[in-house]
């Protein structure tokens, strides 16, 4: 039996740590986080346009938007606070993994495995980001990346049902979050007594629209998955990048494009209302 005093200890410890987790630094950091995400969502929406009219010399995602980003005056620096806004979501990730978000689904197993695997993704993009701005290299694009783990899941003894259930998860991760964001589900997350009527409708409108592109490209880059896996060929997986420019060859031609290009800017620009807005 645990003693009323170890109890007491244990929620004073989750207290503390709650305390350090909503201290206001760390909500600094995790708003700049989420208004970085946003630049990169704006600039990858803005490049897959592009290359929707035409200009195939440029990658619409991460690496492309970086590199769009360093060849602008003062690029360095905004790569620089790029860094600093990842590494904000990556503690914001990780305070929410360990102690539990605000509300009652924020102290859910589900809830904090997925802060995790965010804290995860947006510490591996910050450490990339700062190799880049320290003149290390550009992070490999998301295609070559793509390729080179499928290829190595292939490689091993069971690599093609890994293949395909990581496909399936791409898949059903796309499907669920355009599906939340249809129904609304991230207005949950918002400060909504602290919007106008007008401006939530506004957000409202930014985050379906935003959240169905973006779950339509992850759902897209699991099938291409899946079909590599099938045909035994790791060339057929894609990133961002190829999973755009796949959407140009559909029997909607480059206008698909332009639609889910758009979509994922108008994500962007939903990043920043969350930066403004997300209960932390």
């Not at 207290?15 to 700049?32: K, W």
């Amino acid at each position: 039996m645990v003693s009323e005093r170890t109890r007491r200890k244990v929620r004073s410890a989750q207290s503390a740590g709650r305390q350090a987790a909503s201290s206001r630094y760390v909500e600094i950091l995790a708003r700049t986080g989420l208004a970085a995400r946003g630049v990169l969502y704006v600039i990858i929406g803005w490049l897959a346009i592009q290359v929707a009219f035409g200009d195939t010399g440029r990658q619409a995602d991460r690496t492309g938007a970086l590199r769009a980003i360093a060849s602008k005056p003062f690029g360095a620096a905004v790569l620089w606070l790029l860094v600093v806004g990842f590494i904000g979501m990556t503690l914001w990730g990780l305070s929410e993994a360990a102690i539990g978000g605000p509300g009652t689904d924020g102290r859910k197993v589900s809830t904090r495995l997925a802060a995790l695997a965010r804290a995860i993704f947006y510490g591996v993009a910050a450490f990339s980001i700062m190799k880049y701005a320290l003149g290390l290299g550009a992070p490999a694009s998301g295609d070559k990346q793509s390729r080179d783990l499928t290829a190595k899941a292939m490689s091993q003894p069971g690599g093609k049902i890994i293949v395909i259930v990581a496909g399936l998860a791409l898949i059903g991760a796309g499907g669920y979050l355009a599906y939340s964001s249809a129904r609304k589900k991230f207005l949950d997350g918002l400060q909504l007594d602290q919007m106008s009527l007008r401006v939530r409708q506004g957000v409202e409108k930014l985050g379906q629209i935003g959240g169905i592109a973006r779950g339509t490209v992850a759902a897209a880059a699991g099938i291409f998955l899946i079909v590599a896996a099938v045909q035994a060929n790791p060339h057929d997986a894609k990133g961002v990048d190829s999973t755009l420019r796949a959407l140009a060859h559909t029997p909607l031609g480059p206008w698909l494009l332009v639609v889910v290009a758009a979509g994922l800017l108008i994500f962007g620009a939903f990043s920043f209302c969350e930066a403004r807005w997300q209960r932390l």
